[in-house]
């Protein structure tokens, strides 16, 4: 533990000259307070370092490099917020083969990682060791883990007991057939896409070589290493080890969706080939909890448990560094997980209340895109730069989660209650049911009702919209009790039905959408009102124009039902 | 010229188009891995993966797929790309109008500096002015255009801010027709210069060279020994001699226009092909990547005959059977 805080400290010191942090901020669910957010697109990291040096941005999400970081903090005209995020980067093991198949090599191999000089060498300090399978910023992070600390020493010691003796070249004696181990790799994506996996893998390839493991590192082709971990040899995989990173969300579900051992299938991402009995009881409990408190329960225990038997070894946690240029721009709202500027979709606090420094309302900000979006189709998407777009114009949804904690925040609903039903089939569903506010509208003025939420659903699945299959293989049905009162039916129990439940389908401007990928929203005008798409929602910000290119403009909504007004 | 020989080419360009148009469909199939399992997300599951394949097309057997391929590229409706969902033929065309701006422009100046500077050097072969153009330019030659393209961003973005970074047009854009005008060719000098010099030395080393070559001849000898003026000698006979190469080099060169360059695109955060292509073969787009090889493939066809027919007619000696 103390090892652990010690490397906390060291990053965050590194971290905290001239930055943010979110406990300091104060935040509001009333806004938004400027007029219009323009988002020019610039690809190139350099350009957008200048580009906020310049002034021509006012707002950079997701700074990555220590140099950019190192440039921005010593430039007196910029902040930067520094949030943990739901991240992690690991090193993978196939548990399927010799002798990453014995706990015994895995746990040595976590005690011999040094995560801190990983850390400090690679990204000057700018990550957060991460020895859990769940990031700090979660609240189902569960803090008493017994992780495997750094320990070389130990490291060696484990794999003496073990009967993995050293030989005369400096390589370990496999006891099992009393020769040499067999050499090992780890896959890492080349330095010419990945520099710092790249590099990362070289250092603990040598760690590892250190305490008499043949372990090499082996940058590929991204395609080809995605290729090799999924291709199923006859119960084997054609990897001995990896380095990737996940983005999480901010419910632990992933513990589920990364380790059961129905998910030891090509296609799906249990990649190590963990197959636990125990872990699997944990890891359903945590998939279908009837509460939070029951998926608290159960995700500490399988935390617990993947500490144990190591499938991977986490390294380190990415938090999110949005810079600001703070002689223009105030207000931004560092959110726990989710950072200040970075994940729109999930935390619309910065947008609703990000202002200028010179004017308490009004004016214009301007906040980069970093690619291009991806065709600005709420159903097609899956791009970070479209969900940036679609959370200013369609909004949190029915439930948010504050900045500070994550804890739920009624939105576009008031209150839910959560309970159960018995399906036609006999089996026991989950119902929600919402209590939606009355004072909602969609951007072009037509009221927000329970009618769009269960035409959202009902769309979902039955035009089975690949990308919300978690949202409607589940779903049953929905009852309207009155026009802001719904209640959602699912097949089977889970608490997380409760978050799975979306809003953001208008009616009546979806409904006589066929072919929902070839609807271009935003491209087509609004039956009735001019000046707006087809691209409406409930949110903060009215969609305006995407000049395919070169930027996207929203203006703020007037009666938006949050606005500083109401 | 005969026409036998046109017909010849024509038939010859085709048969290469269809084995390239075969080409581009096995190999993207035998890369390893598929567009859907290049999406990694902890939410992404075996279920979705297949919903996606199947709304794909590529659960039908490959026969089938390279059938509904060829009918798709003959007919130039190359489908809709897996990642944006929008139909390849509009993204792609919306592309193109950025990337020959900027490679067009930059060609057009490559060509007229480097042949400029080529018959003006190649006159005074051995002096310092020759040697100082020919270093500069194999320095520029040397030099990657990302590179170039960074120290232009720095010098003429960051310390001396006098140009726009990134894109086509100012954020909003003006809206007088000389001012759109003005801030289009604003926007374009950093990336147009950073693409003119790293391409500008080929064709000055090129030109130079030949036209040394071409001096030393003893028909130009013989156009100076008849008195001609320096400028006659230089243009009508050194120069009409080099211009064959040149002519088959710039239409051998055109297709290049459309294949984007990915890298200062990207640095200057330019629309065009380049870049799309690149993300396209990374993201395994077939659609996307099968539309753009086609286009590109049949653009290098196209102008390998039309350098072969113009061949002919700057080169009275030959002639085509």
Known sequence: ?566 | MSRGYLWRRVVYGLITLFVIMTLNFVIFRIMPGDPVSLIISPQFTPEMKQLLIERYGLDKPLLSQYFLYLQSMLTFDFGRSFVTRQPVLGELLSRLPNTLMLLGTSFLLNVFIGVWLGIKMATRQGSRMDTAITGVSLFFNAMPAFFIGLLLLLAFGYYWPIFPIRGTMSVPPPTEFWAIILDRIHHLVMPVTAVTLSGYGSWYLYVRNNMVSALGQDFVLTARAKGLPQREVLYRHAFRNVLPPIVTLVFLSLPGLITGAVITETIFSLYGVGRYLVDATLQQDYPVVQGCFYIIALAVLVCNLLADLVYGLVDPRIRLR
């Not at chain 1, 400027?34 to 700074?63: C, F, K, S, T, Y």
């Not at chain 1, 005369?168 to 067999?182: H, S």
């Not at chain 1, 290729?227 to 084997?236: K, V």
């Open chain 1, 1 to 566: 533990m103390v090892r652990k805080l010690l490397a906390f400290v060291v990053a965050m010191s590194l971290l905290v000259s001239g930055a943010a942090l979110a406990q300091d901020v104060a935040w509001d669910v009333k806004g938004p307070y400027v007029d219009e957010i323009i988002l020019p697109i610039i690809m190139d990291q350099e350009a957008r370092i200048i580009a906020i040096q310049r002034g021509d941005i006012h707002v950079n999400p997701g700074l990555t490099q220590p140099s950019h970081i190192n440039r921005l903090m010593a430039d007196p005209n910029i902040e930067i917020t520094v949030s943990p995020g739901y991240h992690m980067f690991y090193l993978g093991f196939n548990m399927r083969r010799a002798p990453l198949n014995d706990i015994t090599v895995r746990r040595a191999i976590a005690h011999a990682i040094n995560r801190d000089e990983i850390i400090l060498s690679l990204f000057e300090g700018y990550m957060l060791p991460l020895a859990e399978f769940v990031p700090p910023a979660s609240p189902f992070f569960n803090p008493d883990t017994d992780v495997a600390y750094y320990d070389p020493e130990l490291a060696k010691q484990i794999l003496d007991d073990a009967g993995y003796i050293m030989g005369p070249n400096g390589v370990r004696i496999d006891p099992a057939t009393g020769q040499e181990l067999r050499r090992m790799t780890i896959m890492t994506p080349t330095m010419e896409v990945a520099a710092t996996s790249a590099m990362l893998g070289e250092m603990v390839a040598e760690t590892l070589r250190g305490i008499g493991l043949p372990v090499y590192a082996e940058p590929i082709d991204f395609n080809v290493l995605l290729d090799r971990l999924d291709t199923d040899l006859g119960g084997d995989r054609d990897f001995d080890m990896y380095a990737l990173a996940w983005s999480l969300g901010r419910f632990p579900t992933h513990l589920y969706s990364l380790f059961h051992s129905k998910f030891d299938v090509p296609g799906a991402n249990n990649m190590p080939g963990l197959r636990d009995a125990q872990f699997d009881a944990a890891a359903e409990r945590v998939w279908t909890p009837r509460n939070l408190d029951e998926a608290m329960d159960a995700a500490y225990e399988a935390q617990e448990i993947l500490s144990w038997l190591q499938p991977y070894v986490p390294l380190y946690s990415r938090p999110y560094m949005d810079a600001f240029r703070k002689d223009i721009v105030t207000g931004y709202v560092p959110h726990l997980g989710f950072g200040a500027a970075s994940n729109v979709l999930n935390s619309i606090w910065t947008p609703l209340n990000i202002r200028l420094v010179d004017q308490e309302r009004g004016g214009t900000v301007r906040w980069v895109l970093e690619q291009e979006p991806q065709g600005l189709n709420i159903l097609t998407h899956n791009s970070a730069y479209d969900s940036r777009i679609f959370g200013l114009v369609y909004g949190p949804g029915l439930i948010a989660a504050e900045p500070i904690n994550n804890e739920d925040l009624p939105w576009e609903a008031e209150r839910w209650e959560v309970g159960t039903w018995t399906t036609p089939e006999g089996n026991e569903g989950t119902k929600v049911t919402y209590w939606l506010r009355k004072d909602i509208t969609w951007h072009d003025g037509v009221p927000f009702t329970a009618h769009d939420v269960k035409f959202t659903m009902d769309y979902l699945k039955e035009k089975q919209v690949p990308l919300y299959l978690e949202v409607w293989e589940n779903y049953s049905h929905s009852e309207i009790i009155d026009d802001y009162t719904i209640t959602v039916y699912f097949n089977n129990v889970s608490y997380w039905y409760t978050y799975n439940v979306q809003s953001f389908l208008a009616k009546h401007i979806w409904e006589d959408v066929e072919d929902f990928e070839a609807f271009v929203p935003w491209r087509e005008p609004h039956p009735t009102v001019p000046g707006l798409t087809k691209m409406i929602g409930t949110g903060p910000f009215v969609f305006k124009e995407y000049v395919v290119g070169e930027y996207v403009r929203v203006e703020r909504y007037e009666d938006f039902w949050a606005g500083l007004d109401k």
